[in-house]
């Protein structure tokens, strides 16, 4: 990402406070009473062996689930209870596990559906092509242009998103987000089913993200050796539970954490490398 074009670092990027938050599935308690702290422009990751929480914990910040107890605020905003057009509007934007585009559609199209939530225009102007909605289509499709160089996409806006590869497919998925001009960004599972060399361009997309827009950024991984390398902070959950939180030589040292992982009958210890082979079984609403 050599040839970043300009970019604005974010002045309203404000800390993200989850409080006691606990999610109940019937009898299943999803999340028993989390917290930690999110502080602006950082890589935070949430980790933990499967069925931790992880992507319960994702859904609630996007406001797809609704916490029974607890807290969730961005600065001074509460987003719990929001529903998630809602807490997009506030600057929080997602990138799902799963691929969520549309395959027939270019890499253009897909990123200005994801402007969509800036157009003042509307519908009607557009379609009538009157002059103002003109002019903004302009603008929106040169920022569409800047974000896609951002995530070394720029020669590829004209192509379908089916026929990209997997890697490529899923930067379209974080440049979609990030067209909606977010404050904070939720990735769940970036890396799920990549091989070595496309985690590690996520992995400096993500860093680049970081430091070049000053953005938050919620990392939801199970992938333990990106998230070491990247994460300025790391919380950890098991069972539903927040079992560690602190940088990652803290929680990846931690006991309590090398037994859950290892008690889970899991292959990514934290001591462990990047590249295995996680397939995307799980589903994210
Ligand atoms: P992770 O993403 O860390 O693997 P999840 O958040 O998906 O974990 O799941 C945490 C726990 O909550 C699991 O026991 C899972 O079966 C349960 N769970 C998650 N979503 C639902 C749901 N929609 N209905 C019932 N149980 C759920
Ligand atoms: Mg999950």
Do not use: W
């Not at 379209?172 to 990735?187: D, G, M, Q, S």
């Not at 992995?203 to 939801?220: N, P, T, Y």
């Amino acid at each position: 990402m050599t040839t970043a074009p300009e970019v604005t670092l974010r002045e309203d990027v404000e800390v993200l406070t989850v409080a006691n938050v606990t999610v109940e599935f019937g009898a299943i308690k999803a999340l028993s009473d989390v917290s930690f702290t999110v502080r602006p422009g950082t890589v935070h990751a949430v980790i933990g062996p499967n069925g931790a929480g992880k992507s319960t914990m994702f859904n609630v910040l996007s406001g797809v689930y609704r916490a029974s107890a607890g807290t969730v605020s961005l600065g001074s905003t509460e987003l719990n209870g929001l529903r998630p057009h809602k807490i997009a509007q506030l600057g929080v934007a997602r990138a799902f596990q799963n691929i969520a585009l549309s395959g027939t559609q270019t890499v253009a199209e897909n990123l200005m559906l994801g402007r969509h939530r800036l157009t003042h225009a509307g519908f009607l102007a557009s379609g009538l092509r009157l002059p103002a909605a003109t002019r903004e289509q302009r603008v929106h499709r040169e920022r569409v242009r800047e974000i896609a160089e951002f995530l070394e996409l720029g020669a590829k806006l004209d192509l379908p998103v089916g026929v990209l590869s997997y890697g490529d497919q899923k930067r379209v998925e974080v440049a979609r987000a990030l067209c909606t001009e977010p404050r904070l960004l939720l990735l769940d599972e970036p890396v799920a089913g990549m091989n070595a060399e496309e985690t590690e361009r996520m992995a400096q997309a993500v860093l680049e993200i970081r430091d070049e827009l000053g953005i938050s950024i919620v990392l939801v991984e199970h992938d333990m050796g990106m998230v070491m390398s990247i994460a300025d902070r790391v919380t950890v959950l098991d069972f539903g539970r927040l079992i560690a939180d602190g940088t990652p030589d803290e929680t990846q040292h931690d006991p309590e954490v090398i037994r859950a992982y290892l008690g889970a009958g899991d292959d990514s210890t934290p001591a462990d490398a990047v590249d295995r082979d996680h397939p995307h079984e799980e589903s994210s609403p």
